[in-house]
């Protein structure tokens, strides 16, 4: 069975920083595109960024010029690493993937920036 496990998430405060980890394990064929989700309260699910297998990469207008995303394709792993964190940024964090020919989720981290 294919699984997606998100780690790094907690508390900081405003302007700090926090880096996201993903890693996909399982009998896995291909892995194609992979990025990261995130949802607030009362809020619909949005991206926050993806990246291809080719690292080509595509951020939301949110995140721009705070977030990086990265991959590892040896070790089928995205990071995000997050920069000046604002409250805003508060959410569960949830990795997506295309693996082995269809999508799967993460169980999600959450992200609390607060003073």
């Known amino acids: 069975q294919v699984q997606l496990v998100e780690s790094g998430g907690g508390l900081m405060q405003p302007g700090g920083s926090l880096g996201l980890s993903c890693a996909a394990s399982g009998s896995i064929s291909s892995v194609r595109i992979m990025g990261w989700y995130r949802q607030a309260p009362g809020k619909e699910r949005e991206l926050v960024a993806w990246?291809?297998?080719?690292?080509?990469?595509n951020y939301s207008d949110s995140v721009k010029g705070r977030f990086t995303i990265s991959r590892d394709n040896a070790k089928n792993t995205i990071y995000l690493q997050m920069n000046s964190l604002e409250p805003e940024d508060t959410a569960v964090y949830y990795c997506n993937a295309e693996i082995n020919w269809r999508y799967y989720w993460g169980q999600g981290t959450q992200v609390t920036v607060s003073s």
């Open positions: 990246i291809t297998s080719g690292g080509v990469t």
